[in-house]
């Protein structure tokens, strides 16, 4: 619908590189030049907007007492201005309540929202549920449609308090979620859904069932609601569709994911946008467009109309998994003395873009460096990728002979071999059939993103600093299947318990990985302890023997139906398999780099410098055995409150921790259940301070599955 629009905005985006909108289409089977890309500048960069352009603060109005939507509020600061616990008496934190949804083993990511003594939040049953925040206590729960992996409001939900008045009459508070491909309001007091809103509750999401579900926003009387690649708007109190936005710049088959979130400047009716990379990215690198708008983007909006008021990209023809995969955050910082409104996105490559908010431009000059060119031939990697100086990155953005563990004289040794026969370095691009190792694939930022303190303009953000190692290699005949005959066993299998999240071609959606030429990929033997076990964000699958059989069969090619015209595979075109993708590690399992492997970070953006660095998490076995703390890799966001306190869970530890926001010192912690990996919220209740997290472990770091929201609080006597 805004395709003609879109294209006319395209002159007021923030475009980096000049001439880059004119994308010329790679020439197949040649390698592009190195010559020509040495001839060129070291550095570009885009200059910092001068200080007349920079937008003035607006007054914030907010509370920030309360928590009714997933990362707090509309802008996703994540901080919480209640500070019953502090400093000097969080280390008395105890369980508060504990509830258990008792409907399912799953992990849920989702941050819950607290309105009115009551929390709202995703089960992993597939459920939301309203449980009263004082005690634990049940009160209702509603089962919606949903399809594939992604559970109901996977990650996040909005509790929005009603309006007393509109051209409608009255309207009462309503909870707002996305569920399959429907996004439903229901009456927050009972769970029902709210009959006037759409059809029964509910109205169609044009991105389907893509992708996991995000918290939506409202602006005046319009609910945004972004799912997969399209970004819908709709009439708060109807469900009637106001606009919406493809954020599929190019005429493509891949489909650019906003899989992480949404914010929302209320006061200008902007909505910002992360857009992840197309899912299809290594196997099929040949075949994609230069430049990929808008894949690895933040994505500015008016909230009233759907226009698109500016875009600024990261990383350019992403071949690496290097997506931006966390929300923004909307942020007020000083320049020159001057309070002024900009809005942070972080990435895996550990950068943090801050940029104007109405404008899209830098706040400190970015700095772009000369990229290395590709020996894939067909291939034709992007020219300049990003450089930051400032603000200063987070996390290790190339691996070196530097960054090789030091644990024991033999995973050094192990680890020194494998990189000896390997590729590394700043934007190294593959070469056939060599490992390429590098930092980011999960983080730097992951989807749980960041929290941002208002009162001194620093962001808080929990890291992963883990090497990875990929192989690419050429050779692979493409299995042909009719697509005239009908489908097979496997193929049956396949699309009732597989295809919603992995796709109907198997080309993989949002997050769930492409499982074609699985045979190059993942041995058979692994085969089914993956199906049967879970793995990563996928949970385990029931399947009768015979069922396991046939889809087996499917996904390693053994069940082709004869192809037309007698096409036999051995004559189709060389494609290109990742034959190892897969984190880095040493002899016993651990990250074949130095620590720290897993950090939390503070970034002052108002100087662009980090203010402190602290490992997150530790391996208790090699504590035990006298070794410094050295984090692990985690998957849960922080939470910044008036109390002077970072919360953070998310590492292989299972515990739930909290620091001192001003230098990083560690407070106290909790073993929790399961590993936490979801973001922290905090809440109070009759004048008592909670804080609540899900955990029920799982996610990417696998490990056993729970059902459990645990809250914490000071004991009765301690709240003063």
């Known amino acids: 619908m805004l395709r003609s629009a879109l294209l006319s905005c395209l002159s007021v985006s923030v475009c980096w590189l000049s001439g880059a909108n004119a994308d010329v289409p790679a020439q197949p089977l040649t390698v592009e030049s190195a010559a020509a890309r040495a001839a060129l500048p070291l550095y570009k960069v885009i200059p910092a907007a001068k200080d007349a352009e920079l937008t003035p603060a607006a007054a914030d109005t907010e509370s920030h007492r309360s928590w009714m939507r997933s990362h707090a509020d509309a802008g996703g600061t994540r901080y919480s ?6 400093r000097d008496n969080v280390a008395k934190l105890q369980v508060a309540w504990t509830y258990r949804s008792g409907d399912g083993l799953a992990d849920v990511a989702a941050n819950p929202v607290i309105a009115n003594g009551v929390m709202y939040a995703p089960t992993t049953g597939k459920h939301i549920a309203a449980v009263n925040a004082a005690t634990g206590v049940e009160l209702w729960r509603f089962k919606p449609e949903t399809s594939g992996y ?52 509910r109205v169609p999401s044009t991105g389907g069932d893509d992708g996991p579900p995000v918290a939506p926003a409202v602006f005046e009387d319009i609910l945004v609601a972004p799912k ?57 690198l040949t075949n994609r467009e230069e430049r990929n708008l808008y894949s690895n983007s933040i994505v500015a909006l008016d909230a009233r109309t759907g226009r698109l008021l500016w875009y600024f990209q990261d990383i350019a023809h992403n071949i690496w998994d290097l997506d931006i995969s966390s929300p923004p955050n909307l942020v007020t910082v000083t320049r020159n003395g001057k309070k002024v409104d900009a809005v942070a996105q972080l990435t895996k490559q550990g950068n943090t873009l801050l940029l104007d908010r109405t404008t899209g431009k830098p706040l400190f000059p970015y700095r772009m460096r000369r990229a290395p060119t590709s020996t894939i031939p067909g291939e034709r990697t992007w020219p300049y990728q990003p450089d930051l100086e400032l603000p200063q990155p987070f996390s290790r953005q190339e691996f070196t002979l530097a960054d090789i563990t030091q644990r024991t004289p033999k ?40 929290s941002f303190d208002p009162t001194t303009g620093w ?17 692979h005949k493409a299995a042909v299947r009719d697509p005239n005959s009908p489908p097979t066993a ?18 993989g959606k949002g997050t769930a990985p492409s499982l ?63 034959t190892k993708f897969s984190r880095f590690i040493d002899d016993e399992g651990y990250p074949a780099s130095t620590p720290p492997w897993g950090t939390l970070n503070a970034i002052d953006l108002n100087t662009g410098k980090i203010a402190w660095k602290v490992p997150l998490g530790e391996y ?34 299972s515990k739930i921790r909290a620091f001192d926001k001003s230098n990083g010192k560690e407070l106290w912690e909790h073993k929790l259940p399961f590993m936490g990996l979801a973001t922290p919220a905090t809440y109070e209740v009759d004048g008592r301070q909670y804080v609540v997290i899900a955990a029920t472990g799982g996610g990417k770091l696998s490990g056993p599955r729970g059902d459990v929201y645990i809250a914490f609080a000071l004991p009765q006597t301690s709240k003063k």
């Open 411 to 450: 995973a050094n040794a192990f680890v020194r071999e494998q990189a000896s026969q390997a590729d590394f370095g700043w934007f190294q691009p593959f070469r056939d059939g060599r490992p390429l190792i590098l930092f980011g694939i999960e983080g730097g930022a992951e989807w749980t993103g960041a």
């Open 228 to 284: 997969a690649n399209v970004v819908d708007a709709f009439n708060v109190v109807t469900g009637a569709r106001v606009w919406d936005f493809n954020l599929n710049a190019e005429a493509s088959k891949f489909k650019y994911n906003c899989w992480a979130g949404m914010v929302l400047d209320a006061k200008r009716g902007i909505a910002f946008f992360q857009v992840g990379d197309p899912h299809l990215l290594i196997p099929e």
């Open 81 to 86: 201005a209640l500070d019953q616990i502090r």
């Open 490 to 507: 496997g193929e049956k299998v396949f699309l009732s318990h597989c295809a919603a999240c992995h796709g109907q071609q198997r080309e």
């Open 459 to 475: 962001l808080f953000v929990n890291a992963n600093e883990i090497p990875w190692i990929l192989t690419l290699k050429s050779g």
């Open 150 to 201: 992604w559970g109901p409001a996977y990650r996040g939900l909005l509790y929005w308090p009603g309006k007393s008045g509109s051209n409608q009459g009255a309207v009462g508070p309503r909870l707002f979620f996305a569920s399959g491909t429907w996004v439903y309001a229901l009456d927050p007091k009972t769970g029902k859904p709210i009959e006037t809103f759409g059809v029964g509750g």
């Open 620 to 653: 208790e076995e090699l504590a035990r055995k006298g070794i410094p703390k050295t984090g692990t890799e985690n998957y849960a966001g922080t939470i910044v409150t008036a109390g002077g306190l970072v919360f953070a869970a998310g590492a292989r530890d």
């Open 516 to 578: 074609v030429n699985l045979k190059e990929r993942v041995h058979e033997q692994y085969f089914p302890d993956i199906v049967r076990n879970g793995q990563g964000g996928m949970p385990p699958q029931v399947l009768s023997g015979e069922e396991f059989t046939a889809v087996a069969d499917f996904l390693y090619e053994r069940d082709l139906p004869p192809a037309q015209d007698g096409v036999k595979a051995s004559d189709q075109p060389s494609e290109y398999s990742l």
